[in-house]
T-cell receptor
């Protein structure tokens, strides 16, 4: 099993450009998440999907859209990139066991917006 | 805003010593608590999870939870230089399974 995979690993954008970050998991998890990590800010939740067909906003959703394409894939789209969106983006999927869900992270995408 | 607080460190311990990492949280409704390890330039890796008050041990790692005092801690016994990393405390929100993360504690284990 590959676990959680993310593409691309690294991307440079100019202000105003758009792009989609891809995430896929092969663990048959229901939940998927997008976080961003900035120095001194910790991990912050952008959007999540509790199950196929549903998405919800997290702490910092402005400037982003998501699509839960199917159970495996959860993409994050930046419609008009801004320098403030320079960050490392992590996708995670969640395994529910009883009342506890444990999240497993992908390798991340480093995004630089000029 | 639900808060998860950690001392940023760096926490420096000699090789072989016990490292103690602490975390406090504000949401009394939180049910699940996690410790992740993150090496520089890498993604968070799950170390421990704990749900019930008390201690949970896994190898050299022990997680301790006290819901009344709203803190969770991680003890690393026989610390090794390879344990040098940032340790993230994460707490679920009482409205679901989404996690709130602390900013992390940097641990340095010196030979």
């Amino acid at each position: 099993n590959a676990g959680v995979t993310q593409t691309p690993k690294f991307q440079v954008l100019k202000t105003g450009q758009s792009m989609t970050l891809q995430c896929a998991q092969d663990m048959n998890h229901n939940s998927m998440y997008w976080y961003r990590q900035d120095p001194g800010m910790g991990l912050r939740l952008i959007y999540y999907s509790a199950s196929e067909g549903t998405t919800d906003k997290g702490e910092v959703p402005n400037g982003y859209n998501v699509s839960r394409l199917n159970k495996r894939e959860f993409s994050l789209r930046l419609e008009s990139a801004a320098p403030s969106q320079t960050s490392v983006y992590f996708c995670a999927s969640g395994l529910l066991a009883g009342v506890m869900e444990t999240q497993y992270f992908g390798p991340g995408t480093r995004l630089l917006v000029l | 805003q639900k808060e998860v607080e950690q001392n940023s460190g760096p926490l420096s311990v000699p090789e072989g010593a016990i490292a103690s990492l602490n975390c406090t949280y504000s949401d009394r409704g939180s049910q699940s608590f996690f410790w992740y390890r993150q090496y520089s330039g890498k993604s968070p890796e799950l170390i421990m999870s704990i749900y019930s008050n008390g201690d949970k041990e896994d190898g050299r790692f022990t997680a301790q939870l006290n819901k009344a005092s709203q803190y969770v801690s991680l003890l690393i016994r026989d610390s090794q230089p390879s344990d040098s990393a940032t340790y993230l405390c994460a707490v679920n929100s009482n409205s679901g399974y989404a996690l709130n993360f602390g900013k992390g504690t940097s641990l340095l284990v010196t030979p």
